[in-house]
């Protein structure tokens, strides 16, 4: 296993648990004591992760983008409720915006057989649509690598001048601090417009993200309607949230 790749997988590890032992990421990725350190320090250099005292291991407190195909395998029944129930929302007729959040791309195969057209930013997300028969429309700029989505002033623009029914946005993480967060601030934007041109908008957030905060503050915590698989018990007095279940 290459080191970027071993080190992509230590950051999925601990995107599944708060602390993880040195010892059991030996064990997990089959390497030495010696290999190990070279990818914590790596790690920890880029500040994505911090090194604990005894031998553990957690997220750095700014929590750190994973690529898209990472995120499909992280929560993954708890995101297919959140997506089944979004996708029951969507009516014949709507023209509907979907970010390239890892939860919309789930609600592809619930969206089949449906008389809509899709708008979206996600390289994934079109591939899918299109094999799936889903009438679509690709906004283009230019690539980022993690998302695997198009950003910047191309699809700023380009999106400005569409309107939907509904749009489906996923997010980084959420509090009641900091409200809703995500990475960067281009996609910022981006959710910004879908949100402004959206006649109703959602949020898909599963309840791990509850606590992360990232970058930039997308909207605030009750502002929108939220798709969660499991209610925080400190958010219970918010209306907002739809329960998916």
Known sequence: MIPAVRQEKILELLSNNEIVSTDSLIKELDV????????LMKLEDEKKITLLHGGGVRLSQKAT??????????NKEAKERIARKAASLVENGDTIFMDPSSTTYLMIPFLAGKDITVVTNGIS????????????IMVGG?????TNSCIGPITESTLKTFYFNKCFLGASGFSISSGITN???HERVIKLLALKNSCQPYFLLDHTKYGVITMVQVA????YPILI???PDDLKDYNNFILCE
């Open 220 to 223: 605030s915590l009750e502002e």
């Open 183 to 185: 990475h960067d601030i």
């Open 229 to 231: 698989d499991e209610i």
């Open 65 to 74: 983008e994973l690529n898209i195909s990472t995120k499909l395998e992280l």
């Open 125 to 136: 997300h079109i591939n899918q649509l299109t094999a799936m028969d889903i009438p679509s």
């Open 142 to 146: 230019s690539i980022k690598k993690t």
């Open 32 to 39: 030495s004591v010696s290999t190990l350190r070279r990818d």
